[in-house]
C-alpha cells in the first residue's frame, strides 16, 4: 500500500522557507520605495537596480546547485546561504550607500547558497514516496507565501511608517528565525542534504556522461524553464512598476485612512494561501477523473491568467477620471496568482522529478536562472517602459506577452510531449 503520510522534515524546510521568504519579499516591498522616495533615485535608475538585483538573486542559484552537488551538500550550502542573507539585511539597516550595496551583494550570494538547496531537500524528502512530491511541494509553497504575505506587510509597514532602515533590519530578523529553528529541527531531515546529492563521488556530472532519456530530461528542463520567462516578466512588475503605479495612480483611501503602497505587496502572498488548497484539490481531482492537464497545458493555463490580470489593470487606468478603483487592482492580483499556482510549484515539482540525480541542484539552479533573466529583463522593462507607451498602454503590451507565450507553446506542444512520454508528466 502506498505511503500517503508526509516526511517529518517537511515541517522543518516548511518554516525555514517560510522566514527566509519573510526577509526576501519584505526587502523587496521596501527596495523600490526606498530607492525612489529616500535616495532620489529616478524611475529608470530604481527599476534598473531593482531590476539587477532580483536577476543575479536567481543567477547565483546555478553556481550554488552546482557547488552543493560537488563539494558541499545541500545542507550545508542552505546555512551559508542564510547566514549570507541575514547579514546582507543588517547591512541595509545602515543608513550609508555603501552598506547597502554590501547588503545587496550578500543576499545576492547568499540567495545563490541557499534557494536551490532547500528546494532540491523537499524533493529527496520524497525519494521513498514520490507520488506525494507535488502534494509536498505544494505546501512548501504555502510556506513561501506565508512569509511572502507577512514579509511585505510588517516591514513594508515599519519601513514607510517609522524608518526604512527599521524596516531592512526587521527583515534580517526574519532570516534569523529561519537559521535558528532550521538548526533547532534538522534531526527530523534525517540524512537528507548531509554530503553531496549523488553516492559515487568519481562519476562524470556533465551532460555528456548522461543517458540518452536523461539527456531528454534536461532538454525538457531546459524548455519550460524557459517559457518561465515569459511568465515571471510581467509578473514582476508587481514588485516595480504596478508597485509605484499604486503608489502614485491608484486610489487607496479605505475607511478614511490611505494604504501604504507597499502593503499591496502582501495581497499575493496571502491569495496564495486561500487559493493553494483548492488549485491543489482540483489537480487531483482531474488526476482521479483521468482528465489530469500536462506540464505544458498547466503553462497554457498560467499564461492566460497572467495575460487577464494585465488586461484588468489596463481597463481600470483607462476607466480612471482621477486614481484608477482600487478593485481593478484587487483582481489583477486575484488573476495573477491564480496564474502563478499554475506555473510555479508545478515547475518546482517537475525539476525535482525529471532531473537526473547528479545534476539535481544545478537544474535546479537552471530553474531559477531563468528567474534571474525574467526578473532583469522586468527590472529594466519597469523603468524603460515610459520611453515607448503611456501606462495603461504598458499593461495592454504585458498582456500581449502573455498570450503570445500561449501561441509558442502550441506550436511546440506536440514535441515537448515526446520527451517525457511517461512518468506522469503527460
Known amino acids: 500500500m502506498e505511503n500517503q503520510t508526509h516526511h517529518r522534515g517537511l515541517i522543518v524546510l516548511f518554516f525555514t522557507e517560510m522566514w527566509e521568504r519573510f526577509s526576501y519579499y519584505g526587502m523587496r516591498a521596501l527596495l523600490v520605495l526606498y530607492l525612489s522616495k529616500h535616495l532620489g533615485f529616478s524611475d529608470l535608475a530604481a527599476g534598473q537596480v531593482y531590476g539587477a538585483y532580483t536577476a543575479l538573486v536567481y543567477l547565483t542559484p546555478l553556481l550554488g546547485g552546482y557547488l ?5 551538500g545541500n545542507r550545508n550550502a542552505t546555512y551559508l546561504g542564510g547566514i ?61 507565501n506565508i512569509g511572502g504575505s507577512f514579509g511585505p506587510l510588517l516591514c513594508g509597514y515599519i519601513g514607510e511608517t517609522f524608518g526604512w532602515h527599521l524596516g531592512f533590519g526587521l527583515a534580517g530578523l526574519g532570516m534569523l528565525l529561519g537559521l535558528l529553528q532550521f538548526k533547532l529541527g534538522e534531526k527530523l531531515l534525517g540524512k537528507v542534504g548531509i554530503g553531496v546529492n549523488y553516492k559515487n563521488l568519481d562519476q562524470n556530472s556533465s551532460i555528456n556522461s548522461l543517458l540518452p532519456e536523461e539527456k531528454k530530461r534536461v532538454i ?71 482528465l ?80 534571474a533573466i525574467s526578473h532583469y529583463l522586468s527590472g529594466w522593462l519597469s523603468g524603460a517602459y515610459s520611453k515607448w507607451f503611456v501606462v495603461h498602454e504598458f499593461f495592454l503590451f504585458l498582456s500581449f506577452l502573455s498570450f503570445l507565450a500561449i501561441i509558442l507553446l502550441l506550436f511546440i506542444k506536440k514535441f515537448i510531449k515526446n520527451l517525457i512520454p511517461s512518468g506522469g508528466i503527460q
Open 68 to 72: 552543493a552537488d560537488k563539494y558541499l
Open 292 to 371: 489530469e492537464l500536462s506540464i505544458p497545458a498547466k503553462f497554457i493555463l498560467s499564461f492566460l491568467l497572467l495575460g487577464l490580470s494585465h488586461l484588468f489593470l489596463y481597463m481600470g487606468e483607462i476607466q480612471a477620471t482621477q486614481k484608477a478603483n482600487i478593485l481593478y487592482l484587487l483582481v489583477y492580483y486575484i488573476l495573477l496568482t491564480l496564474g502563478e499556482l499554475c506555473i510555479s510549484p508545478v515547475g518546482l515539482s517537475t525539476v525535482a522529478k525529471v532531473a537526473p540525480e547528479k545534476l539535481a541542484s544545478f537544474l535546479m539552479g537552471i530553474w531559477f536562472l531563468s528567474n
Open 220 to 290: 525538457f528542463i531546459f524548455i519550460i524553464s524557459f517559457f518561465s520567462i515569459f511568465f515571471w516578466v510581467p509578473y514582476e512588475q508587481m514588485g516595480s512598476s504596478v508597485n509605484l503605479y499604486t503608489d502614485r495612480m491608484v486610489d487607496r483611501v479605505l475607511f478614511g485612512q490611505e494604504i501604504p503602497a507597499s502593503v499591496f505587496q502582501s495581497i499575493n502572498g496571502f491569495l496564495i494561501l486561500a487559493f493553494a488548497p483548492i488549485t491543489a484539490w482540483f489537480w487531483k481531482f482531474l488526476h482521479n477523473k483521468n
Open 84 to 144: 549570507l542573507m541575514m547579514l546582507g539585511h543588517f547591512s541595509l539597516a545602515f543608513d550609508k550607500l555603501s552598506f547597502f550595496y554590501l547588503g545587496l551583494g550578500f543576499l545576492i550570494l547568499g540567495n545563490g547558497f541557499f534557494k536551490p538547496n532547500i528546494s532540491t531537500m523537499v524533493g529527496r524528502l520524497y525519494e521513498d514516496r514520490p507520488w506525494m512530491r507535488e502534494s509536498a511541494y505544494t505546501y512548501f509553497y504555502m510556506g513561501i
